[in-house]
Each structure stands twice: as C-alpha cells, then as structure tokens.
Nanobody, 120 residues
Framework: VQLQASGGGLVQAGGSLALSCTASERTFSSYGIGWFRQAPGKEREFVAAVNWNGGSTYYADSVKGRFTISRDNSKRTVYLQMNSLKSEDTAVYYC??????????????WGLGTLVTVSS
C-alpha cells in the first residue's frame, strides 16, 4: 500500500495542526496505521497508532492528551490532530501501515514524511 502524508507546516507554540495520511489502495482498511516522527539528529520515534477499524488507539506518553489519531476508511485516510504544540514536536512526521503497535519494525509500508515546525 502506498501512503502520502500531508498537512505539515509552520505553527507557533501552543497552536494546532492536522496531518493526513492517504492511501492509494482499498487494502488500506485492513492495516493498522502508525504515525512516527524524526527530529534532526534523532532516531525515528513512535507518536500514535490506530487499528484497522479505529476502535483502538495508542499514543506515546509525550503526546498523550494533546494529539488525537483517527481514521476514515471510506476516504482511505488517517488523521493526526495535534494541539498544544511544543517546540519539541518539531520533526518530520511519517505515516506507516502494518500491524498496529509502537515498534517501528511492525510497519512495512512507509510514506514520505511531512515537516512540522513549531516556533517558540
């Protein structure tokens, strides 16, 4: 499955941004989808994940309560609503398809990232 992440941009600290991850194939609905991010000089890290039907969601402790992941299989899209953004949220954000989980190795399909920059 091919994925395309979008919605990144420049936002002030405390602001909000919504990312989208859109798939090219109907098989999208059978995958768990995860969001990961990679800041300059750091390893890629887990942000959030949602299972195939949206019934289960998972978050990194650093974003819990601020970010919300959801999906609309009819639109082959997963969303990441990011509120109360902090400068440490600055990173390239990637979406990935696989078995839902926090481990990067559980995801076999990756899209190109979208850059989120939070200015303080």
């Amino acid at each position: 499955v091919q994925l395309q992440a979008s919605g990144g941009g420049l936002v002030q600290a405390g602001g909000s941004l919504a990312l989208s991850c859109t798939a090219s194939e109907r098989t999208f609905s059978s995958y768990g989808i995860g969001w990961f991010r990679q800041a300059p000089g750091k390893e890629r890290e887990f942000v959030a994940a949602v299972n195939w039907n949206g019934g289960s969601t998972y978050y990194a402790d650093s974003v819990k309560g601020r970010f919300t992941i959801s999906r609309d299989n009819s639109k082959r899209t997963v969303y990441l609503q990011m509120n109360s953004l902090k400068s440490e949220d600055t990173a390239v954000y990637y979406c990935a398809a696989g078995s839902v989980g926090r481990d990067i190795r559980e995801y076999g399909h990756w899209g190109l990232g979208t850059l989120v920059t939070v200015s303080s």
